[in-house]
């Protein structure tokens, strides 16, 4: 049982120094998705053309934009712990703000919502086969990296990439992934002595499949390591799911998760899950995460979590969102105040491709790639144009604004 979460810190001595051809996404909506009781915007929420394989994610401002090669004729909003709303979409339509409701459903008698965590776990896993493909696929796919010192962003990368995914039937060590397009903004202070550089990129989310790759959690010894427990009944799409919770059952060389899992209830497929590392051991979590700092600088993590949605289309679950947050803090042996860093990643699945053709050796990013140093191999002018993406919120907006005057 292991985890793929690296991190490089490098200390800067001196100053920082196409897509394919295809259909073009012409009509587009955008809009903003609040709880109709609240008023407040809902982050993460899934907008998607049903039957259409083009989706995206509201931001943190609960702002989305959706783009598709025909007219959008009717959108999804889906979210957990939310009703699915569809909303049709009237010709001409640009923008469609939703209110979705946190009402919850009642629970059909007929539904047992009791019984051996284990079991409906063993249940879940042996079910991968019916639930998941078992034919390689080309994903689509927009991806960001972002790192904040402090409140302030220092850096912002994104990508459009492609995953190609073998069957949930193979190991993970047979996906790849490859960019098509990127950029990379950069904000370097005098003040600032690191960089804080992530290896992998859009790999993360293929080695961090908890379905596909039981290293990560769901491995033959899982009930060793791991406390089952049922959580109350959540809804994902109207529909019930067994909620699973796990926590670290002894004290370990290594650090464990603390995780919730939940489970369609019908299907029996696994629909999202949400892992918290155990900081308890900052020794065993800095092994995980850190692979490089500079000598005399001192490391404390303080939070790393992952979030995995798998989404159901075409008879088949498939991983839709994947976001991943660290949080640091660094100081140098003759200071006493530390220094807050948060790094995010997120990956949004976008569209399915029917030209599905293995990523060569070549075209592959690796594991040990780092985005910052590839994205000037693939930058594009018009890297907005034409791609669903996850709308920047107000916030990074802003920061890229900032980045960008320090380009020029």
Known sequence: MRTFTKLIMLLIMTALPVMAAGQELVHSVRGKVTDSATGRPVESVAVSIPGRHYATVTNADGEYVIKSDSPIKELQFSFLGYKMERR??????????????????????SIAVTGNPWHILKEALYNVKDNYPQEPELLECFYRETV??????TYVSEAVARLYK?????????????????????????????????MGGPTEPLFLDVVKNPEVLLDENIDRY???????????????????????????????????????????????AELSLDM??????TRIILVKKPLGLR??????????????????????YFRSEIQFNCDWKKRLIATSYS???????????ADVQPISRADMFKSSDILSEKSAEFS??????DYNIIEPSESLEHAIGKLKKTLK
Request: net charge positive.
């Open 380 to 385: 594009d002018p018009d890297f907005w144009k």
């Open 166 to 198: 073998t069957g949930y039937n193979r190991s993970v060590y047979a996906d790849r992934a490859a960019l098509e397009k990127s950029r990379v903004l950069l904000s370097q202070r005098r003040s600032d002595t690191l960089s804080i550089k992530m």
């Open 280 to 285: 308890s051991d900052k020794a065993a979590a």
């Open 343 to 353: 790094v995010v990643n997120e990956l949004v699945i976008t569209d399915l491709r």
């Open 88 to 109: 049709r979409v009237q010709p001409g339509e640009e923008t469609l703000n939703v209110r979705i409701s946190s009402q919850a459903l009642p629970l059909h008698e």
């Open 148 to 153: 904040r010192k402090r409140s302030r962003y």
């Open 226 to 272: 791991y406390v089952a427990s049922l959580g109350s009944t959540a809804y994902i799409d109207d529909r019930p799911q067994f909620v699973v919770e796990l926590r670290p059952a002894e004290k370990t060389d290594f650090a464990l998760y603390y995780g919730t899992l939940y489970i369609d209830m019908q299907t029996m497929a696994f629909t999202r």
């Open 299 to 320: 490391f404390t993590p303080k939070k790393v979590a992952l979030t995995i949605n798998y989404s159901s289309s075409g008879g088949w679950y498939r991983m839709s």
